[in-house]
């Protein structure tokens, strides 16, 4: 393809399509990708923010919302990553029409990242594609994950606010306090906070949060009816209360952090499958122990 | 830990403390395990039969009525796959929980494989504890995976003989259609085939199914009611009439591309990155960009 470019003046005008361009590119490793991350001018400081949890506690919705807020003076990319399985394509296809608002807006881009095809991971290339949106003047960039993998959860961890949404109504949600992901969030939402259980759920989030040995950003629970834009004025100031408290040293090692998984996919997409298919064809592995087999002809010389 | 053993005698006798022992020593990668591995005698004659499909499609009904009509009088074994969801988790336990009929069962082994900790992948791990269970003295193995994400549904297309279950009720099922597992299973299965659209997913099947230029093993498509115990006979002879016609050729790639497998997280494996992590905070990347400092200090070199 032709040399991939990219013009704030464009994009500023509301413009979007060098834009799609070249996060195709970056998403398919097209020629010339990797040169095109180098010659950006990356904004660090423009703030991503990872919205995550289980499918039904009302994410979009709360992006609905938080757009519609924001959009007005504002220009705010959201970068959707679809859930990995080959299954529930319709029905998260369902989800994404629901921000169908903001489709047409001059201020907001919304973009779906596919896991299917990523041989070298979602989080790589989610990070490559925020720095592409950091790099194209917008003010607010969200990434929405799906939460059905530990790789989704890995991707709202490596933003630089992690808000988890959660919703009264579902047991999950009680289950999801053994999960990870709970631990580290910056910013918690209740959503359909009008439901029972509401203040259940606030309550265990709130011992939670007190065993914990907090120095710094005290994590805050929201409540918020995202259909009803209520607590959505109080969730983008705590947005950006979380990013005003963010420090050069939590700046670092968030970048550290996406430098060693860019270099572990890297790594990964160096490995050789097709030569290996072939070496193995030829060698014709017998099928008396696998293992023996491998440690043989393989593992010792790695 | 003491040394890893494995004796026939004591799963034969319905005693399979020993076998759980040894398949967490691989699952955790125990000092030893590998030298396990390569010490087993491995039957891989005895099938290995994958069962995959979107939630809801009643996979763990259909593994229930297959282990009440095979456990009259072969020693079966599953492997349940658990998904990658740290959210889902209370509402797949619960799937669990229907197999419970069989867990005292002298029969019947049940073990269920979590994602959370294989940072390898789980498709490697499900290779190796087959290869367990298949020299421990049973006589047909399944492996059953929720299909939420992509390396579940890579775990059984690794089975000798994989078989699909769809649900008529599910519109999601046609979406499916464009998945690559709809494309390769060797076994069709509609389950609850009294809910309407039966016919529908049966013809859409079909039609698929004959726009393939099949040679060989012609995939049937079945029509169960698990919970009724209905169509069952017909699948146990479906995955024997497939076990029977595969040959030595099939054998051999399965085997190729098992060995690719085990050899790709073998290597993630070696990737430091703890050292890297260690690397990366001394040279202080700064926040200019971080794709030139990657090209400079890591890439070039890999």
Redesign the interface.
């Given at each position: 393809m032709s040399k991939i470019k990219l013009t704030k003046e464009e994009i500023q005008s509301g413009n979007y399509r060098e834009l799609a361009r070249a996060i195709s590119a970056v998403e398919n490793e097209t020629t010339g990708y990797?040169e095109f991350?180098?010659a950006?001018?990356?904004d660090?400081k423009v703030p991503v923010i990872g919205i995550t949890?289980?499918?039904g506690a009302g994410k979009s919705s709360l992006l609905n919302a938080l757009l519609k807020e924001l959009s007005q003076n504002k220009r705010v990319a959201v970068l959707a990553v679809d859930?990995?399985?080959?299954?529930?394509?319709?029905?998260i296809l369902g989800d994404r029409f629901r921000m169908n608002d903001f489709f047409l807006h001059p201020n907001v881009f919304i973009r779906s990242l596919a896991?299917?095809g990523n041989l070298g991971g979602l989080s790589p290339k989610s990070i490559e594609i925020s720095?592409v949106l950091r790099s194209a003047g917008f003010d607010i960039i969200f990434i929405e994950t799906v939460?059905?993998?530990?790789?989704e959860?890995e991707i709202a961890m490596l933003a630089d606010t992690t808000v988890l949404v959660l919703n009264p109504g579902a047991?999950?949600d009680?289950?999801?306090l053994?999960?990870?992901?709970l631990e580290i969030a910056d910013i918690y939402v209740i959503n359909k906070a009008d439901q029972d259980n509401t203040d259940v759920l606030a309550k265990h989030l709130y011992n939670m949060l007190n065993l914990r040995n907090l120095s710094g950003w005290n994590p805050p629970i929201l409540k918020t009816i995202a259909t009803e834009h209520s607590g959505i004025a109080e969730l983008i100031k705590a947005i950006y209360d979380h990013q005003g408290q963010i420090n050069a040293e939590k700046?670092?090692n968030l970048?550290?952090?996406?430098?060693?998984r860019?270099?572990?996919a890297?790594?990964?997409k160096?490995?050789d499958?097709k030569k290996?298919?072939q070496e193995?064809?030829e060698l014709?592995?017998t099928?008396a122990?696998?293992?023996?087999?491998?440690?043989e002809q393989?593992?010792k010389s790695?």
């Open positions: 990797f991350l180098e950006l001018q990356i660090y949890g289980p499918p859930p990995s399985s080959p299954f529930t394509h319709g029905s896991t299917r720095d939460g059905v993998g530990q790789s959860v047991g999950d009680i289950q999801a053994k999960s990870g992901i700046r670092i970048l550290n952090e996406k430098a060693v860019l270099i572990a890297d790594r990964m160096r490995f499958y290996l298919r193995l064809q014709q592995a099928d122990n696998l293992y023996r087999f491998l440690k393989y593992l790695l």
